[in-house]
């Protein structure tokens, strides 16, 4: 039988009594977090919880980014900060090195690697994964045309492991940071291939294992979903960043006209900008309530009316539809002048926006005398084409027309759900049609050139707009790259395959219930674990 001292067995009794309490005050806090809810209103709807299935949608980045967190991303004033990423540099802007973060860990304890990296890229654009918004990956070395990587690679020379926290990008031509960041780095949301290694390529899409993943890299991971209604998620108190202070987080998709009463109930505690769209009616009814912190941002989102230069290939007549067009009185009497008109693909959120670009101005007389010029006789009915899930344009529309048919122009409206007018685009069926659309403002490169390069469903094209894409990636510095979209801009706004009707400045609200919680455009969830409940 082991004797123990009265002073020894005292003191052992007494660290017992000291574990214990700190056991239950561990206990008691962990039930404290568990307890703490945060509601995130949104309005887009969720394609997938998969990342190899992510498209340019915010809200599947977003809400897949919670469990799998990209390399790097943008904050709020547009910086790029590091997630799984350190840091990354380049010389040429041809061959990108990526330091990963080396406290990056998964959920399970196993380091986040280099390997998980190169295997996330090579199963994202693996032909059985049938990626199709992948195709930009055709811009590293190895892929195919269209993005793919080679059938049953296990390595490509686009993307490789250097040790295990060190990657290496190769590009098949300069690429700018910039385009580097926003189009691979903030949608590259790596999976862990410890635990997806053994599935088959065809099978991965199916896989119903994001529903319930047992090892993430990000701050939360999924409890609950119904991709038309909401995601439920919970802390990952093994988060390498530390645990997160929200115990319960729900992404909740709603109606935009249920936003402004979630926000008034308290059902809803957060609304980010570009995922929840408060409708223009609502805003001065959030921006007005207590207990509520709305947030405007910049301009950034566009109201871009696309022409067919096909149906439409008199210059002239497209001038005088800009020049029809009262923009002023669109921006003052829908948005009640909450954002601002520009010619041109770029907002003054851009660093590249050119301010000395001066908008056409209306002038209907002018519309007129183009139109006499070209020889339009007004019985040519145009077709344009609009989103009816956006309430706000489709009565900009009607007054665009008003304004088209003074001068002398017709135009029949056709409201359609969203990923209808894709159809009619992509078939050319239309004359003009108008979608909102975001352009990254520190790159608006990629969608640029899908919009004006070879190809486009605009059937436009121009040399000279053609060779100055071709000159963004090798541009040194902001001002040598603004000064090529200016002269993009120029073109455009001579030329009129689109103009912009207005660019929004989006609202995002947060319950002042909430700490360290701000909704911007940008990074308002890179720093999710530090969100609290005022207490």
Not at 317 to 327: F, W
Not at 366 to 373: I, P, Q, S, T, Y
Not at 464 to 491: F, K, M, P, W
């Amino acid at each position: 039988m082991l004797h123990l001292s009265h002073s020894l067995g005292a003191r052992l009794v007494s660290l017992a009594l000291s574990l214990l309490l700190l056991f239950s005050l561990g206990a008691t806090a962990a039930a404290e977090d568990a307890q703490k809810v945060v509601n995130i209103g949104v309005t887009s709807t969720l394609g997938s919880l998969n990342p190899l299935l992510l498209d340019a949608g915010e809200l599947n980045k977003y809400a897949q980014g919670l469990q799998f967190l990209p390399l790097f991303d943008l904050d709020k004033d547009l910086n790029v900060v590091g997630m799984l990423g350190e840091s990354f540099e380049t010389s040429d802007n041809i061959t990108y090195t990526v330091k990963l973060n080396p406290a990056a860990t998964w959920s399970d304890g196993v380091p986040v690697t280099a390997d998980d990296v190169v295997f996330t890229v090579l199963k994202l654009t693996n032909k059985a994964v049938g990626n199709l918004t992948m195709a930009g990956y055709a811009a590293l070395a190895g892929f195919d045309e269209y993005g793919n990587s080679p059938d049953g690679a296990t390595e490509i020379e686009g993307v490789t492991k250097v040790d295990d926290k060190t990657l290496r990008f190769v590009f098949k031509a300069q690429t700018s940071p910039a385009t580097f960041i926003n189009s691979f780095a903030r949608y590259l949301l790596t999976i862990p291939k410890h635990k997806l290694e053994t599935v088959a390529d065809a099978d991965l899409p199916t896989t119903d294992w994001f529903g319930h993943a047992d090892a993430v890299s990000g701050p939360y991971i999924v409890t609950d979903f119904d991709s038309n209604h909401y995601v439920s998620y919970a802390a990952n108190p093994a988060y390498f960043r530390g645990a997160p202070k929200i115990g319960k987080l729900n992404i909740k998709i709603v109606e935009g006209s249920q936003l402004y009463a979630g926000l008034k109930s308290g059902e809803i505690d957060f609304v980010q900008p570009t995922t929840g769209a408060i409708p223009q009616e609502d805003q001065a009814g959030v921006e007005a309530l207590s207990g509520i912190t709305s947030v405007r941002e910049k301009p950034l989102t566009s109201q871009p009316v696309f022409i067919n230069t096909a149906k439409l290939p008199d210059v002239r007549v497209r001038q005088a539809i800009l020049y029809a067009i009262d923009r002023n009185l669109l921006l003052g009497g829908l948005l009640e002048g909450r954002g601002e008109v520009v010619d041109g693909f770029l907002s003054s959120l851009s660093p590249f926006y050119d301010a000395a670009i001066t908008p056409i101005a209306y002038d209907p007389a002018k519309a007129k005398a183009l139109l006499a010029e070209a020889g339009w006789d007004g019985s040519q009915k145009l077709s344009f084409v609009v989103d009816s899930g956006d309430s706000t344009f489709v009565q900009g529309a009607s007054v665009i027309a008003a304004q088209l048919a003074e001068v002398g122009i017709t135009a029949e409206i056709r409201t359609v759900d969203f990923a209808s007018i894709w159809d009619y685009v992509f078939a050319g069926d239309f004359d003009m049609f108008s979608v909102q659309y975001t352009l990254t403002p520190i790159d608006p490169y990629p969608d640029i050139s899908w919009l004006l390069g070879a190809g486009n469903f605009l059937a436009y094209a121009n040399d000279e707009v053609s060779r100055l894409l071709t000159q963004i990636g090798a541009a040194e510095g902001n001002d040598a790259t603004r000064a090529i979209y200016s002269r993009i801009n120029q073109i455009v706004q001579a030329e009129v395959p689109m103009f912009n009707a207005y660019v929004t400045a989006p609202l995002g609200a947060v319950s002042n219930r909430l700490t360290n919680a701000e909704p911007h455009v940008y990074g308002s969830f890179n720093h999710v674990e530090l969100w609290d409940v005022a207490q």
